[in-house]
């Protein structure tokens, strides 16, 4: 059985802090700093707490260990998700069987490979110079009953932390080293970043696979595919980061093997699950459920009302993004959503209008040609009586070189058939048109979406394209 002072002893990090005799050598491959972690790891609980609520959830005080509570939720739903929201449960057994399965995935492919389960010697003392101690186990069986002996200290302020030290030490802290270093990838495991203590994609995949490395994305840097997730997709994932970065999450996470999905905000992690797969057909209506434990936005168990209007993904296209340069009659930009209808219908985006310029003749403005085969943009008819609007008028012309004049300002409607600014004729400049989000272009729709939605609806998107997201009760989407 190793002792603190043995694991002391395993070698610095790349790039880490040196042992002293108030901080072990491993310390700088897990936390940012050489100081005990803070209260939202510490006083984190893997149980469902005492103060009410949804007895199926983990609630969250504060920000930081959300990955591993998704992690273990997760799996927990993979066994539950056909239940009723009702009916789900975090029992002893539950929690313990999950942490028998990370574990049981931690362990490296050497044959007699052990279990180490780690706390601290006196319990609550999580700082750099407290104490570990370690009990090793050579199977499962043996790691099991431990496991739900001590599942009190687990489910326990701070269990979040023994649960993350016992995956690190049973993998080994060399071979995490390594592997949370490929491809790119950084320690610690939990970086700081917004004054708190996070969650890395390194220590999400050493918890979902038994793997330390991070790439969770469709690729590799060579560009193959990366396959190194298949068979390990109990449950999935879905990254607001696809949209914001355009790295696609590897095919066999977005299509788990049960429909439950972590879903990665950019600095925080929910769950989300449906009672059945979702039908993959175009125009498919099914329920997702979502929890979120952190306050302001949770705890609170959402159910939403999905429909898919695009079917779903299925493979990771990769092509760079190509700019065809506009047609006269085809909308240049957006310019904005109508204030009013924001106004009159608060986040509901489909049913806004919304002011768009379109392209005019430009000798200066150079793009690749359209190609044959690539659908033409729709064009539209700069007189039609649909999108017209009385009243001031914004310049085509002017609204062109609003940056260089730093003249922003409307055409008064005592000028209705002239511009006096550029001094041209109405027909001559153009004007803007204000079309409803249904006459969009596809390509618009998404941007003005991609603008206005809700943090969790271009997550779900990276799975179901462009779908209709509604609160099942009838309030405001939850946060993720």
């Known amino acids: 059985m190793p002792d603190a002072e043995a694991a002391a002893a395993v070698p610095d990090p790349a790039g880490g802090h040196a042992a002293d005799a108030n901080c072990p050598a491993w310390w700088s491959v897990v936390w940012p700093a050489k100081e005990a972690p803070p209260d939202a790891w510490r006083l984190q609980r893997l149980d469902c707490g005492s103060e009410g609520g949804w007895k199926g959830g983990l609630p969250q005080p504060k920000n930081g260990p959300c990955g591993v509570l998704a992690v273990v939720h997760a799996f927990i739903l993979a066994e539950q998700h056909t239940r009723a929201p009702s009916e789900v449960e975090l029992t002893p057994e539950a929690v313990a069987k999950v942490i028998l399965k990370i574990l049981q995935g931690c362990r490296p492919d050497a044959d007699g490979a052990p279990f180490r389960l780690v706390r601290p010697k006196t319990k609550g003392a999580y700082g750099p110079e407290d104490e570990l101690e370690f009990t090793e186990l050579a199977d499962q069986d043996a790691a099991s009953k431990e496991i739900q002996a001590r599942i009190g200290d687990f489910q326990g302020p701070g269990g979040v932390i023994d649960l993350v030290y016992s995956a690190i030490f049973t993998r080994g802290i060399d071979l995490v080293r390594t592997e949370a270093l490929s491809e790119g990838g950084e320690l610690p495991l939990v970086p700081k970043a917004f004054s708190c203590w996070l969650c890395s994609m390194e220590l999400m995949s050493l918890l979902l696979r038994g793997q330390a490395a991070g790439n ?218 204000w079309l409803p989000f249904a006459d969009l272009p596809p390509n618009r729709q998404a941007s003005v979406m991609d603008q206005h939605a809700k943090k969790i609806e271009p997550i779900l998107w990276t799975k179901w394209p462009d779908a209709e997201v509604v609160d099942a009760a009838g309030g405001l989407l939850p946060d993720c």
Request: glycine share 8%.
């Open 216 to 433: 969770v994305g469709a690729f590799h840097a060579d560009s193959s595919p990366n396959l190194s997730w298949d068979g390990f997709n109990t449950v999935g994932l879905l990254s607001r980061k696809e949209k914001e970065q355009g790295i696609p999450i590897a095919d066999a996470l977005k299509s788990p093997k049960t429909p439950v999905w972590i879903l990665h905000g950019g600095d925080h992690f929910t769950v989300a699950w449906a009672q059945s797969a979702p039908p993959q057909d175009v125009g498919a209506k099914f329920t997702l459920h979502q929890w979120n434990g952190l306050p302001p936005g949770g705890p609170r168990l959402a159910e939403m009302s999905i429909t898919a209007v695009k079917g779903t993904i299925s493979g990771a296209l990769r092509e760079p993004p190509k700019f065809y340069k506009p047609e006269p009659g085809e909308i240049d930009e957006i310019v904005q959503a109508d204030p009013n209808d924001k106004a009159n219908f608060p986040g509901q985006y489909r049913k806004w209008r919304y002011e768009a310029m379109l392209a005019w003749d430009r000798p200066d403005l150079q793009g690749e040609p359209r190609p044959e085969g690539v659908p033409p943009e729709p064009k539209f008819d700069q007189e039609d009586a649909r999108y017209q609007r009385e009243g001031p008028w914004r310049c085509r012309l002017c609204y062109d070189r609003r940056f260089q004049t730093m003249d922003f300002s409307l055409v008064p409607a005592e000028s209705p058939d002239a511009c006096p600014k550029c001094d041209k004729p109405r027909k001559e400049c153009g004007w803007s048109l």
